[in-house]
């Protein structure tokens, strides 16, 4: 049988199975890492501040900006390869309803194309900025406010 040959599968054959679990474990570790970004970050920044206020040293509130961006960049990531990989399930799943798929499809746990895009997209969703900007003014307040 040829690589590029649609092979004859339906929806209760172990492999397909096998490979959609695979896909929903991926998917479902980068939610995952893109939540821990999060609380790592609320944790680092956090206890920057706490040191900051603890030493009176109001300026250097603005070190706890770097776990910030660091974290809201890792965090864009983990969105984005979690958009490819649902997308690459999706196709999976058309390609098996369409009855084209081919044994490559079987065998190929990787991200869609355009993680570039993804990545561009992922920064501008609400569930990155709408996370850290507000952490950003809270540091802004906590810098003029509470150790300023």
């Given at each position: 049988?040829?690589?590029?040959?649609?092979?004859?599968?339906?929806?209760?054959?172990?492999?397909?199975?096998?490979h959609l679990a695979m896909l929903q474990n991926v998917i479902q570790r980068m939610a995952s890492n893109s939540?821990?970004?999060?609380?790592?970050?609320?944790?680092?920044?956090?206890?920057?501040?706490?040191?900051?206020?603890?030493?009176?040293?109001?300026?250097?509130?603005?070190?706890?900006?770097?776990?910030?961006?660091?974290?809201?960049?890792?965090?864009?990531?983990?969105?984005?390869?979690?958009?490819?990989?649902?997308?690459?399930?999706?196709?999976?799943?058309?390609?098996?309803?369409?009855?084209?798929?081919?044994?490559?499809?079987?065998?190929?746990?990787?991200?869609?194309?355009?993680?570039?895009?993804?990545?561009?997209?992922?920064?501008?969703?609400?569930?990155?900025?709408?996370?850290?900007?507000?952490?950003?003014?809270?540091?802004?307040?906590?810098?003029?406010?509470?150790?300023?």
């Open positions: 049988m040829s690589e590029n040959q649609p092979i004859r599968v339906t929806e209760e054959s172990p492999s397909v199975q096998a939540s821990s970004c999060k609380s790592w970050c609320i944790t680092l920044v956090s206890a920057v501040l706490v040191i900051v206020a603890d030493k009176g040293k109001p300026d250097y509130a603005w070190i706890a900006l770097l776990p910030t961006v660091i974290f809201a960049c890792l965090d864009a990531y983990y969105l984005a390869l979690e958009k490819g990989f649902r997308e690459t399930y999706n196709k999976f799943v058309e390609k098996l309803h369409s009855k084209s798929l081919v044994s490559s499809d079987l065998y190929a746990i990787k991200p869609q194309e355009k993680m570039s895009k993804h990545q561009i997209d992922a920064m501008k969703s609400i569930s990155v900025w709408g996370f850290y900007i507000p952490l950003v003014f809270m540091i802004y307040i906590t810098k003029i406010i509470a150790i300023g």
